[in-house]
């Protein structure tokens, strides 16, 4: 019997709140400990480095687990497998406010591999539930989640300094997210649709022996290097351009807060298009014009940055958006994620050391500025080619018949 529209609008409403609540976990349980860095280092007496890897830690999660995490729903589900992320995330932060250094460096730990669950298979519920809408609302949970961390980051500090409270309640106050996102998921555990199986025919080739998901993946990887330099750079090279500490901290918010912009209106736009291949372009030629402007007119900087982010953060949401344009159904975006997330977020992990590094050894920021912006380009060639209206090879689907392109996980 066919279910009532009212019923459907109600159901899909229903899904959408819980997408987005999830979106809500994949960024500010990580990010809340940046603006309680100093408080960390002071409390446990950690040198620069020490405090960096509260930063770095989730990301080499990402990278090491997102590979993994695409072969869970397979075994338990798509729908067990994004609870199962919550309750990580859950346990990480709660282990992360238990006390000790130690506990410190191993929550963070737990929250990075829930996050990159979560990173990996996200993506494919769009796939499988929205296909006709994956790029808009890619748009609209990649602002949820950029929001969210905005939102998160600025009260921590507050929190932290109120009356009976410390940098660990300020911490556990994440808490809740994982909290409420699971308690709107778990009605879906009993649906039908996470009962079904699809029998994956072993003709099925890896998803690293396709091109198509090569380009994906160095477009995705690309964009994380250059976002994660971005961010943790800029401030260092407004200094070095004369700016104060106060000038540089502020700049640094308008970065985060641009990288959200092309969530509102560009992005949600790319399905009206042939293809993507001029977003792709325009969006990595963004990016290279913030960067060579921070290095040829640095007083400008704030125009800058904003090109930087527009460029950062919507390379960003397409790229997420390839995941399931790119692919046929949503075992194929959940392999795909996993190669591509796990990539790009080792790039990120690794970027800001290497750039670091480069910024030593050349004395200033003139160099790295220059090799990044030579990065833009290849990122727009990839793009250009990554772009292109196609998914990965047909042939990846052997045992699926064309009308189950939806694929639903067991």
């Known amino acids: 019997m066919a279910r009532p529209a009212n019923d459907n609008t109600r159901h899909t409403g229903r899904l959408l709140l819980s997408v987005f609540l999830i979106a809500t976990n994949l960024r500010a349980p990580f990010t809340s400990a940046a603006p309680l860095l100093e408080t960390l280092r002071d ?32 075994r338990i589900g798509l729908e067990k497998s994004l609870l199962l992320a919550l309750v990580i995330i859950g346990i990480g932060i709660s282990v992360r406010s238990g006390g000790p250094v130690s506990t410190l460096y191993l929550g963070t730990a737990v929250i990075g591999v829930g996050i990159a669950i979560g990173n990996v298979l996200l993506p494919s519920v769009l796939k499988r539930d929205f296909p006709e809408s994956v790029a808009p609302l890619t748009a609209s949970y990649v602002l949820v989640m950029g929001c969210t961390a905005a939102l998160v980051s600025a009260i921590a500090i507050p929190v932290s300094t109120m009356d009976g409270s410390d940098w660990r309640v300020a911490l556990l106050l994440t808490l809740i997210l994982p909290i409420v996102a699971a308690g709107f998921w778990l009605p879906r555990l009993g649906r039908k649709e996470d009962r079904k199986t699809v029998k994956l025919d072993e003709a099925r080739p890896p998803i690293w022996k396709s091109s198509l998901a090569w380009q994906v993946t160095v477009f995705l990887g690309l964009d994380c290097f250059l976002y994660y330099v971005g961010v943790s750079s800029l401030p260092s090279i407004l200094e070095e351009a004369q700016f104060t500490q106060d000038q540089a901290g502020s700049m640094h918010g308008v970065l985060l807060l641009s990288t959200a912009l092309p969530g509102l209106v560009p992005i949600p736009l790319a399905p009206q298009m042939k293809d993507q291949r001029v977003a792709a372009v325009a969006l990595s030629l963004s990016i290279m014009v913030g960067l060579l402007g921070l290095h040829l007119a640095p007083k400008m900087a704030v125009l800058w940055i904003l090109f930087f982010g527009f460029g950062a953060g919507g390379g960003l949401i397409l790229a997420l958006s390839f995941l399931s344009l790119r692919t046929l159904d949503a075992i194929d975006a959940a392999a795909l994620s996993g190669l591509s997330q796990g990539v790009g977020y080792f790039l990120a992990a690794i970027g800001p050391t290497m750039i670091g590094y480069l910024h030593d050894v050349s004395a200033g920021w003139g160099t790295p500025l220059l090799i990044c912006s030579g990065l833009c380009l290849i990122m727009a060639i990839v793009g250009a080619i990554a772009g292109r209206d196609r998914h990965i090879s047909m042939d990846r689907l052997p045992a699926v018949s064309c009308s189950d392109a939806g694929g639903r996980f067991k």
Do not use: N, R
Request: hydrophobic share 65%; glycine share 4%.
């Open 43 to 74: 409390t446990f007496q950690l040198d620069a480095a020490e405090a960096g890897l509260l930063i770095t830690l989730p990301l080499l999660a990402f990278a090491f687990i997102s590979p993994i995490a695409a072969a869970l729903p397979s």
